[in-house]
Nanobody, 125 residues
Framework: QVQLVESGGGLVQAGGSLRLSCAAS????????IGWFRQAPGKEREGVSC????????YYVDSVKGRFTISRDNAKNTVYLQMNSLKSEDTAVYYC??????????????????WGQGTQVTVSS
């Protein structure tokens, strides 16, 4: 099966950390840009971070800049989102998505080929 699966979510106190993983199976992520998105209750999906196919370029939305770090290990077919200094407003379901793009592209806000099922991140205040 072709799948993209997030893991690593959970319940943490404000100021804590979580590391999310996005693992692909059935296909290789080598040629895919990856985006991390989140959706809080009652809100629309928000782009959080992106990484280009080679892992050399990254992007962060202002609200997480300096706290979150996106990385990838193509050999492991996995992308990570390290989340530090978590705030209550980070509470959301976090999704990863993959789209085939050249390494010139970091973020893509159109249609993605694959989406994970999401992993819940809850930050208590």
């Amino acid at each position: 099966q072709v799948q993209l699966v997030e893991s690593g979510g959970g319940l943490v106190q404000a100021g804590g950390s979580l590391r999310l993983s996005c693992a692909a199976s059935g296909f290789t992520l080598d040629y895919y840009a990856i985006g991390w998105f989140r959706q809080a209750p009652g809100k629309e999906r928000e782009g959080v971070s992106c990484i280009n196919s080679s892992g050399e370029r990254t992007y962060y939305v202002d609200s997480v800049k300096g706290r979150f770090t996106i990385s990838r290990d193509n050999a492991k077919n996995t992308v990570y989102l390290q989340m530090n200094s978590l705030k209550s407003e980070d509470t959301a379901v976090y999704y990863c998505a993959a789209v085939p793009l050249s390494s010139d592209y970091v973020c893509y806000w159109g249609e993605y080929d694959y989406w994970g099922q999401g992993t819940q991140v809850t930050v208590s205040s």
